[in-house]
């Protein structure tokens, strides 16, 4: 019986890579040179999170973000998140209709699988608060009514860190709803060139086709749900946890939602990268971009110049790393 259960496990995880492998070609058609980005961007989706892109302008967080929309098979909004933008713009408003007699609710931006939230700290605080409930629990709430949004249902949020005239930063509770913070970063001299070639003809991401369906992307999710986290790299994930906790440098370390964060994303990784099962090397490569905008420095950190992935790079070198085979 056991067997047979690690056989059909295999056969998922080997068409879990497959899927991922053809929606990672896909996106790179248009976003040249950044295939970690890309597969970041894959790993959120995969492990039910919200990803938040944050770089400067012009370096394709929107074309990466509309890009992976694209490659799915369903629906996508695009809002643009601007100082007036109202809540009810975002999840929905109840109106009056006099033929009928009766109020109807007319759903907002937040009801599609894809939700690309453009430039999301140029909103007001009461309308970034409006995505809490929609980001955590998968639904809204509407004048005591709760709507129940779409499956696969995801979050991707662009911001400018350099401009900050006519922005509102996005308070920890709203940071700690994204599961993945990425940045793009500059093209190299080859991969910037061959942006020239692609998209110097107009946008080529409008004519990306789809790659998977929603059935695709939940069939996924459930592998990742199955992949395997031994019991010694649960335990690393506390330990990790406790050492960010307690370093004088920072003032807030992970909570037990980040650890679970975390976890989910090293399972979507590990599928990822074709295997049924958790390794060290999964949660490493993850802490940055699951950690990084979680974790708050301490005045003093901030006062010398410290850096939160410098002070990450300390944490993992403070902590055993888990010895023997992770699959056991």
């Not at 973000?65 to 929905?92: E, M, N, Y």
């Not at 335990?235 to 920072?250: C, E, F, M, S």
Request: charged share 20%; aromatic share 4%; proline share 7%.
């Amino acid at each position: 019986m056991v067997v047979r259960q690690r056989a059909v496990a295999s056969r998922s995880v080997a068409s879990f890579a497959d899927l991922f492998e053809a929606t990672v070609d896909n996106v790179a058609q248009v976003i040249q040179g950044k295939e970690h980005a890309i597969r970041l961007a894959l790993v959120c989706m995969v492990a039910q999170g919200h990803l938040l892109i944050e770089d400067v302008p012009g370096v394709g967080k929107t074309s990466l973000a509309k890009a992976l929309a694209r490659s799915l098979d369903c629906d996508w909004h695009r809002i643009q998140f601007t100082p007036d933008l109202l809540p009810s713009d975002v999840t929905g408003v109840t109106v009056y209709n006099r033929q009928t007699g009766t109020f109807t609710f007319r759903p907002g931006g937040i009801f599609a699988n894809v939700v690309l939230g453009d430039e999301i700290n140029r909103a007001s605080p009461k309308t970034q608060s409006a995505l809490l409930e929609a980001m955590e629990e998968r639904q809204v709430t509407v004048d005591s009514t709760t709507y129940r949004l779409p499956a696969p249902f995801m979050v991707i949020a662009t911001q400018n860190p350099v401009e900050h005239e006519g922005t509102y930063p996005l308070p920890e509770s709203q940071l700690d709803r994204f599961l993945l913070r990425i940045r793009m970063g500059y093209p190299d001299r080859a991969a910037e060139i061959d942006m020239l070639d692609t998209h110097g003809g107009g946008s080529a991401v409008d004519e990306l086709t789809p790659v998977l369906s929603p059935a695709d992307v939940e069939s996924m999710v459930e592998t990742t749900k199955a992949i395997h986290v031994a019991p010694a790299l649960k335990g690393y994930i506390v330990d990790l946890a406790a050492a960010t906790r307690r370093h004088p440098a920072l003032a807030l370390g992970m909570s037990p939602r980040a650890a679970l964060a975390l976890q989910r994303a090293a399972r979507a990784h590990a599928a990822s990268r074709g295997r049924e099962y958790v390794v060290p090397d999964d949660i490493k490569v993850l802490m940055g971009p699951v950690l990084e905008h979680r974790l708050a420095l301490s005045p003093d950190s901030q006062l010398s110049g410290g850096r939160t992935p410098d002070i990450l790079g300390e944490v993992l070198a403070s902590v055993p790393v888990p010895t023997g085979r992770a699959g056991a």
